[in-house]
């Protein structure tokens, strides 16, 4: 098995009704359900260009205190979650275009001792979300979904329908937690910014992937998002990852969050526990380990490294 990804293995087992695809996206069924857009969303960066655009003259409905109101249940079409690049329709894929807005090639900047630890990752570990743990930041926002958004004056909160995940996000100036409290999905800060809400994401633990082909980071990670109302039913949601450990430059992915329209539609909890001993033994039996994370150190280390060869 150890020439088949963790991705594979996932799908393989639940064809033979080992274990919930819990993996498997739901693009297919909640297509219907999505609100339709002037901006089409199936490929990010043609969205991305239009919604820069129509951001320019949308009013969006507002709350009782003047924010634009994102309160509601929203799904997002597409397969980021498997690859963030280019990839495939496959066995364990989904296919898709890439995510990337910037660099405008379209491929994450990964440093190359990253790059090659990256596939290492692919072919011998897995996503700790497999086994129910958090996703972390920036996986959380692009696996597959729904969620659901609930903002006040003073919080702006995710709940995420996947493994009981969700962020409260205040939205004042409170300072940020101290910088020896590592947490899986960080810690937060928001603000308003005209029409667009922008998020700040540090002290994340930085045990995730951000994505199913093995890209990871280390704790000095900072993860910048930008929500904005293009439409009353649309997001234009931009998010840009910052770490010189591992990659050679800042890079930015783009979506379409779509209002789910169904009338009385709630988000269902998933049956998923934290440290799931049963998945990870049907994983360690088909050769792989949990990702267990690398420290800034580490990458230094392999940083500098590479600087001599």
């Known amino acids: 098995m150890k020439n088949i990804n963790p991705g594979q293995t996932i799908r393989i087992l639940a064809n033979i009704g080992v ?7 739901m693009t297919a069924i909640t297509q219907a359900w999505v609100a339709e857009s002037n ?14 655009e129509a951001a320019k003259a949308f009013d969006p409905p507002r709350t009782s205190d003047g924010q634009p109101d994102m309160g509601g249940i929203w799904q997002l079409p597409g ?7 280019e990839h495939p329709e496959a ?3 989904s296919g898709g275009p890439t995510s990337i807005v910037d660099p405008s ?12 630890r990256r596939r290492e990752n692919a072919q011998e570990n897995i ?3 497999a086994a129910c743990f958090l996703s972390g930041m920036p996986y959380t926002m692009y696996r597959p979904g729904p969620w659901q958004f609930l903002q006040t004056p003073e919080y ?4 995420a329908s996947r493994a009981h995940a969700y962020r409260i996000i205040p939205l004042d100036e409170r300072p940020p937690v101290g910088e020896s409290i590592r947490l899986w999905n960080g810690d937060s800060r928001g603000r308003w910014e005209g029409n667009t809400l922008v998020i700040e994401t540090t002290n994340q633990n930085a045990m995730p992937w951000m994505d199913q082909r ?3 980071y280390t704790e000095e990670v900072q993860v910048l998002e930008r929500l904005t109302l293009v439409e009353t039913d649309t997001i234009h949601y931009q998010l840009t990852v910052d770490d010189p450990n591992v990659f050679t430059r800042p890079f930015t992915i783009a979506f379409a969050y779509r209002r789910d329209t169904v009338d009385g539609f709630e988000l269902i909890a998933e049956a998923c526990y934290e440290n799931n001993g049963t998945l990870l033994d049907i994983y360690r039996t088909a050769g792989f380990t949990l990702y267990p994370g690398i420290s800034v150190e580490e990458a230094r280390e392999a940083m500098e490294a590479e600087s001599f060869r």
């Open 39 to 52: 901006c089409p969303s199936n490929t990010p960066a043609v969205f991305h260009e239009c919604a820069l």
């Open 79 to 85: 397969a980021a979650f498997e690859d963030l690049e």
């Open 156 to 159: 702006f909160v995710v709940l």
């Open 105 to 116: 090639d379209g491929k994450i900047p990964m440093r190359s001792w990253a790059d090659a």
């Open 127 to 129: 996503h700790p979300s």
């Open 214 to 216: 093995g890209r990871f």
């Open 91 to 93: 066995l364990d894929d």
């Open 19 to 25: 274990i919930a695809a819990i993996l498997t996206p």
